[in-house]
Protein backbone atom coordinates (compact mmCIF):
# COMPACT_ATOMS: atom_id res chain seq x y z
CA UNK A 1 0.00 0.00 0.00
CA UNK A 2 1.10 3.48 -0.89
CA UNK A 3 1.82 6.14 1.59
CA UNK A 4 2.98 9.35 2.04
CA UNK A 5 5.80 10.87 5.03
CA UNK A 6 6.07 14.41 5.86
CA UNK A 7 9.19 14.99 7.70
CA UNK A 8 8.24 17.68 9.74
CA UNK A 9 4.99 18.61 11.48
CA UNK A 10 5.32 22.01 12.82
CA UNK A 11 7.99 24.38 10.54
CA UNK A 12 8.36 28.11 12.16
CA UNK A 13 9.69 30.61 9.92
CA UNK A 14 9.92 34.57 9.83
CA UNK A 15 8.65 36.64 6.75
CA UNK A 16 11.19 36.29 3.62
CA UNK A 17 13.12 33.32 5.16
CA UNK A 18 12.83 30.21 2.46
CA UNK A 19 11.15 27.65 2.99
CA UNK A 20 11.05 23.63 1.95
CA UNK A 21 9.00 21.07 3.18
CA UNK A 22 9.62 17.69 2.63
CA UNK A 23 7.59 14.87 1.19
CA UNK A 24 8.42 11.20 0.54
CA UNK A 25 6.41 8.12 -0.91
CA UNK A 26 6.19 4.70 -1.33
CA UNK A 27 5.21 3.48 -4.52
CA UNK A 28 7.05 2.01 -7.25
CA UNK A 29 4.62 2.62 -9.95
CA UNK A 30 2.74 5.55 -11.69
CA UNK A 31 2.07 8.18 -9.74
CA UNK A 32 0.50 11.78 -9.39
CA UNK A 33 1.34 13.92 -7.03
CA UNK A 34 -0.36 16.87 -4.96
CA UNK A 35 -0.19 19.79 -2.39
CA UNK A 36 -2.63 20.83 -0.85
CA UNK A 37 -2.73 24.11 1.95
CA UNK A 38 -5.40 24.56 4.41
CA UNK A 39 -5.37 28.01 5.74
CA UNK A 40 -7.06 28.59 9.16
CA UNK A 41 -10.46 28.21 8.93
CA UNK A 42 -10.95 27.00 5.83
CA UNK A 43 -10.85 24.21 3.11
CA UNK A 44 -8.21 22.10 1.69
CA UNK A 45 -6.84 24.24 -1.36
CA UNK A 46 -4.87 22.47 -4.61
CA UNK A 47 -1.46 24.29 -4.08
CA UNK A 48 0.06 22.83 -6.63
CA UNK A 49 0.00 19.20 -9.05
CA UNK A 50 2.81 16.93 -10.92
CA UNK A 51 1.29 14.11 -13.49
CA UNK A 52 4.06 14.14 -16.26
CA UNK A 53 6.74 16.41 -17.82
CA UNK A 54 8.50 18.66 -16.39
CA UNK A 55 9.24 17.74 -12.84
CA UNK A 56 9.54 21.17 -11.49
CA UNK A 57 6.19 22.45 -10.96
CA UNK A 58 5.05 25.76 -10.23
CA UNK A 59 1.70 26.40 -8.39
CA UNK A 60 -0.36 29.63 -6.90
CA UNK A 61 0.96 32.56 -4.58
CA UNK A 62 4.66 31.81 -5.84
CA UNK A 63 5.11 27.91 -4.56
CA UNK A 64 6.74 25.46 -6.78
CA UNK A 65 7.72 21.63 -6.20
CA UNK A 66 10.23 19.19 -7.63
CA UNK A 67 9.49 15.59 -8.15
CA UNK A 68 12.45 13.59 -7.64
CA UNK A 69 11.69 10.34 -9.30
CA UNK A 70 14.95 8.49 -7.63
CA UNK A 71 14.49 10.23 -4.51
CA UNK A 72 10.20 9.27 -4.23
CA UNK A 73 10.29 13.18 -3.08
CA UNK A 74 7.85 15.69 -4.17
CA UNK A 75 9.20 18.67 -2.04
CA UNK A 76 7.55 22.04 -1.60
CA UNK A 77 9.13 25.51 -1.70
CA UNK A 78 9.37 28.74 -1.74
CA UNK A 79 12.01 31.41 -2.09
CA UNK A 80 10.23 33.88 0.08
CA UNK A 81 6.83 33.48 2.87
CA UNK A 82 4.93 35.96 3.83
CA UNK A 83 2.87 35.84 7.12
CA UNK A 84 -0.08 35.14 5.10
CA UNK A 85 1.63 31.50 4.37
CA UNK A 86 0.50 30.47 7.57
CA UNK A 87 -1.24 27.24 6.90
CA UNK A 88 -1.19 23.89 7.05
CA UNK A 89 0.29 21.87 4.32
CA UNK A 90 -0.56 18.40 3.12
CA UNK A 91 1.18 16.61 0.74
CA UNK A 92 -0.83 13.70 -1.07
CA UNK A 93 -0.26 11.06 -3.38
CA UNK A 94 -2.37 9.19 -6.05
CA UNK A 95 -1.02 6.00 -7.61
CA UNK A 96 -1.90 4.52 -10.63
CA UNK A 97 -2.58 0.73 -9.14
CA UNK A 98 -4.68 -0.65 -12.02
CA UNK A 99 -7.34 -1.25 -9.43
CA UNK A 100 -8.23 2.09 -8.81
CA UNK A 101 -7.39 5.55 -9.52
CA UNK A 102 -9.37 7.23 -7.13
CA UNK A 103 -7.59 7.05 -3.69
CA UNK A 104 -5.40 10.21 -3.03
CA UNK A 105 -3.41 8.97 0.16
CA UNK A 106 -2.38 12.27 2.25
CA UNK A 107 0.69 12.95 4.54
CA UNK A 108 0.09 13.79 8.28
CA UNK A 109 0.35 17.45 7.24
CA UNK A 110 3.27 20.34 8.36
CA UNK A 111 1.67 23.24 10.34
CA UNK A 112 4.18 26.42 8.98
CA UNK A 113 3.94 29.31 10.99
CA UNK A 114 5.27 32.47 9.71
CA UNK A 115 6.07 35.35 11.60
CA UNK A 116 5.97 38.92 10.80
CA UNK B 1 -18.84 29.82 -8.25
CA UNK B 2 -18.36 26.11 -8.65
CA UNK B 3 -18.35 24.43 -5.28
CA UNK B 4 -18.34 21.84 -2.60
CA UNK B 5 -20.96 22.67 0.19
CA UNK B 6 -21.55 20.80 3.38
CA UNK B 7 -23.75 20.71 5.88
CA UNK B 8 -23.57 21.92 8.84
CA UNK B 9 -19.97 23.22 9.68
CA UNK B 10 -20.38 21.78 13.03
CA UNK B 11 -22.47 19.47 14.56
CA UNK B 12 -23.34 17.66 18.00
CA UNK B 13 -24.46 14.60 18.87
CA UNK B 14 -24.93 12.31 21.70
CA UNK B 15 -23.16 8.89 21.95
CA UNK B 16 -24.84 6.33 19.83
CA UNK B 17 -27.59 8.80 18.56
CA UNK B 18 -27.55 8.55 14.67
CA UNK B 19 -26.80 11.38 12.91
CA UNK B 20 -26.24 12.39 8.94
CA UNK B 21 -24.15 15.29 7.39
CA UNK B 22 -24.81 16.09 4.12
CA UNK B 23 -22.52 17.07 0.70
CA UNK B 24 -23.61 18.91 -2.32
CA UNK B 25 -21.87 20.38 -5.39
CA UNK B 26 -22.15 22.36 -8.32
CA UNK B 27 -19.33 20.88 -10.02
CA UNK B 28 -21.30 17.79 -11.67
CA UNK B 29 -18.62 15.53 -11.05
CA UNK B 30 -18.77 12.13 -11.46
CA UNK B 31 -16.90 11.24 -8.58
CA UNK B 32 -17.47 11.93 -4.40
CA UNK B 33 -15.62 10.77 -1.70
CA UNK B 34 -16.17 11.11 2.00
CA UNK B 35 -12.03 11.54 4.45
CA UNK B 36 -11.97 11.52 8.00
CA UNK B 37 -9.72 13.88 9.41
CA UNK B 38 -8.42 13.66 13.02
CA UNK B 39 -6.70 16.45 14.80
CA UNK B 40 -3.16 16.38 13.56
CA UNK B 41 -3.97 13.19 11.59
CA UNK B 42 -4.29 13.05 7.87
CA UNK B 43 -7.48 13.17 5.59
CA UNK B 44 -8.78 9.12 6.24
CA UNK B 45 -10.50 7.66 2.84
CA UNK B 46 -13.59 6.58 4.32
CA UNK B 47 -15.65 5.25 0.64
CA UNK B 48 -16.11 6.92 -2.54
CA UNK B 49 -18.83 6.78 -5.31
CA UNK B 50 -18.42 6.94 -9.08
CA UNK B 51 -21.50 8.20 -10.08
CA UNK B 52 -24.19 5.52 -7.80
CA UNK B 53 -21.20 2.70 -7.80
CA UNK B 54 -20.27 3.01 -3.96
CA UNK B 55 -17.08 2.11 -3.19
CA UNK B 56 -16.18 1.28 0.87
CA UNK B 57 -12.53 1.45 1.74
CA UNK B 58 -11.61 -1.91 3.60
CA UNK B 59 -10.58 -0.54 7.00
CA UNK B 60 -13.97 2.08 7.33
CA UNK B 61 -15.92 0.55 10.09
CA UNK B 62 -19.77 -0.63 9.72
CA UNK B 63 -21.35 2.49 11.73
CA UNK B 64 -20.65 4.34 8.49
CA UNK B 65 -22.72 4.49 5.78
CA UNK B 66 -23.26 6.80 2.82
CA UNK B 67 -25.92 7.82 0.05
CA UNK B 68 -26.02 9.35 -2.98
CA UNK B 69 -29.49 10.11 -4.22
CA UNK B 70 -28.23 11.76 -7.32
CA UNK B 71 -25.41 13.93 -8.86
CA UNK B 72 -25.34 16.53 -6.77
CA UNK B 73 -25.57 15.10 -3.28
CA UNK B 74 -23.85 12.49 -0.75
CA UNK B 75 -24.81 12.17 2.62
CA UNK B 76 -22.59 10.29 5.58
CA UNK B 77 -24.63 8.33 7.95
CA UNK B 78 -23.05 7.16 11.21
CA UNK B 79 -25.68 5.09 13.04
CA UNK B 80 -24.20 4.93 16.30
CA UNK B 81 -21.22 7.76 17.02
CA UNK B 82 -19.07 6.64 19.47
CA UNK B 83 -16.59 9.46 21.50
CA UNK B 84 -14.05 7.80 18.74
CA UNK B 85 -15.66 9.23 15.74
CA UNK B 86 -15.70 12.92 16.62
CA UNK B 87 -13.67 14.74 13.92
CA UNK B 88 -13.87 16.42 11.11
CA UNK B 89 -15.48 15.13 8.04
CA UNK B 90 -14.42 16.16 4.67
CA UNK B 91 -16.61 15.77 1.36
CA UNK B 92 -14.55 16.09 -1.87
CA UNK B 93 -15.58 15.59 -5.32
CA UNK B 94 -13.72 14.96 -8.90
CA UNK B 95 -13.93 14.08 -11.97
CA UNK B 96 -13.59 10.74 -13.60
CA UNK B 97 -9.73 10.24 -12.96
CA UNK B 98 -9.89 7.07 -15.92
CA UNK B 99 -10.49 10.36 -18.48
CA UNK B 100 -7.87 12.39 -17.43
CA UNK B 101 -4.16 12.21 -16.25
CA UNK B 102 -4.78 13.05 -12.50
CA UNK B 103 -6.92 12.65 -9.98
CA UNK B 104 -7.32 16.38 -8.61
CA UNK B 105 -10.47 16.42 -5.77
CA UNK B 106 -12.38 19.84 -4.44
CA UNK B 107 -13.16 19.79 -0.94
CA UNK B 108 -15.43 21.02 0.75
CA UNK B 109 -15.32 23.09 4.38
CA UNK B 110 -15.77 20.26 6.49
CA UNK B 111 -18.36 19.29 8.97
CA UNK B 112 -16.71 19.14 12.88
CA UNK B 113 -18.61 16.39 14.74
CA UNK B 114 -18.50 16.32 18.81
CA UNK B 115 -19.73 13.53 20.41
CA UNK B 116 -20.87 14.00 23.60
Known amino acids: AQSVSQHNHHVILSEAASLELGCNYSYGGTVNLFWYVQYPGQHLQLLLKYFSGDPLVRGIKGFEAEFIKSKFSFNLRKPSVQWSDTAEYFC??????????????FGKGTLLTVNP | DAMVIQNPRYQVTQFGKPVTLSCSQT?????MYWYQQKSSQAPKLLFHYYDKDFNNEADTPDNFQSRRPNTSFCFLDIRSPGLGDAAMYLC???????????????FGPGTRLTVL
Open chain 1, 92 to 105: AVNAHSGGSNYKLT
Open chain 2, 27 to 31: LNHNV
Open chain 2, 92 to 106: ATSRDPDRGAYNEQF
